[in-house]
């Protein structure tokens, strides 16, 4: 079965605070993509990063790193120095096996982030 | 980016009555389209894949006859929740890929019915 589990429900933090998203996915497939969303209190998805199971590569875009680790079957995404707008509910998912259409997605249940003034 | 459109943004419909939603993609041709269904405080969870020419394939679980989805072309999808119910309110969200790339989401529409 494919699964994306994200632990933590709510994370509040201050300010400047670095703050990591913990995301844990399950698949038998070799070959898979993940990916995390934002998603603002306006409900569009806006994409962050895309991943295959093949790069193992940590990536960093200004403020955003991630973690790809293929031993534990995470990808985490910590924001450095957040700020208040980084203030979303963020998911992490998982692409279904396909023909390489990677549209159909599995996500983790969401992590509230609210950072505070 | 590739852009997904949706409409309309929100709906408030009666119960008993059929509300339809579009999803568009704008700049690039899609054979295949999702739709997601996320309700308050919850994750979206996939409700169909919209095939260009030929059936919706449904995820377990979902009513196909409640949800009908048609895509007539390589650029439109829709949704049409048929007698529809308060338990139908939610928030419901479409996707489209141009192949190999990432998802690319509509802005989502907010259906509320009374």
């Known amino acids: 079965a494919q699964k994306v589990t994200q632990a933590q429900t709510e994370i509040s933090v201050v300010e400047k605070e670095d703050v990591t998203l913990d995301c844990v996915y399950e698949t038998r497939d070799t070959t898979y993509y993940l990916f995390w969303y934002k998603q603002p209190p306006s409900g569009e998805l806006v994409f962050l990063i895309r991943?295959?199971?093949?790069?193992?590569q940590n990536e960093i875009s200004g403020r955003y790193s991630w973690n790809f680790q293929k031993s534990t079957s995470s990808f985490n995404f910590t924001i450095t120095a957040s700020q208040v707008v980084d203030s979303a509910v963020y998911f992490c998912a998982l692409s279904v096996h396909g023909s390489g259409n990677t549209g159909k997605l599995i996500f983790g249940q969401g992590t509230t982030l609210q950072v505070k003034p | 980016g590739a852009v997904v459109s949706q409409h309309p943004s929100w709906v408030i419909c009666k119960s008993g009555t059929s509300v339809k939603i579009e999803c568009r993609s704008l700049?690039?041709?899609?054979?295949?389209m999702f739709w997601y269904r996320q309700f308050p405080k919850q994750s979206l969870m996939l409700m169909a894949t919209s095939n260009e020419g030929s059936k919706a394939t449904y995820e377990q679980g979902v009513e196909k006859d409640k949800f009908l989805i048609n895509h007539a072309s390589l650029t439109l999808s829709t949704l049409t929740v048929t007698s529809a119910h308060p338990e139908d309110s939610s928030f419901y969200i479409c996707?489209?890929?141009?192949?190999?790339?990432?998802?690319?989401f509509g802005q989502g529409t907010r259906l509320t019915v009374v």
């Open positions: 700049d690039f041709q899609a054979t295949t």
């Open positions: 996707s489209a890929s141009p192949l190999r790339t990432e998802a690319f």
């Open positions: 991943r295959n199971s093949f790069d193992e």
